[in-house]
């Protein structure tokens, strides 16, 4: 399982845009991953995703930073949604004034949460697929 984190871990950072020296990138970051338990006065814990199992809850924390001394504007992040994982709907949050959207296309297309398509076969209507 350390592997399979190591690995996932390592294509979802080269996913990002960034150089090892900040003094040359405008924009660096960084993602930890946390293993989400819940103790037993109910209060969600957050451990270091060392190991983790079937079924167990993980948060990425994407942290960037601004390495010049002017702001930097117009500026789009993607984190990619790991495979073997999905995205909680409405879990996301951050300190910065920004856009959430989502892609359930590969990148194609962003939209905002949540994603809801509704499927029609032989003409007819067969319900929502909410897909967020």
Request: charged content about 25%; aromatic content about 10%; hydrophobic content about 35%.
């Amino acid at each position: 399982m350390k592997r399979l984190l190591f690995i996932l871990m390592f294509g979802i950072a080269a996913s990002f845009y960034s150089i090892a020296d900040d003094k040359k990138a405008p924009l660096s970051s960084d993602m930890t991953a946390f293993v989400v338990s819940v103790d037993d006065e109910g209060k969600e814990v957050f451990t270091p995703a060392e190991t983790v199992y079937p079924k167990d809850k993980i948060e990425y924390r994407l942290t960037y930073k601004n390495n010049t001394d002017e702001p930097l504007k117009g500026l789009v992040v993607t984190g990619p949604v790991p495979a073997n994982t999905f995205f909680v709907s409405n879990t996301n949050n951050t300190k910065v004034n920004s856009q959430f959207l989502v892609s359930i296309d590969g990148g194609k297309n962003y939209e905002s949460e949540p994603v809801k398509r509704e499927i029609i076969k032989d003409g007819k209507k067969s319900g929502n697929n909410n897909s967020t």
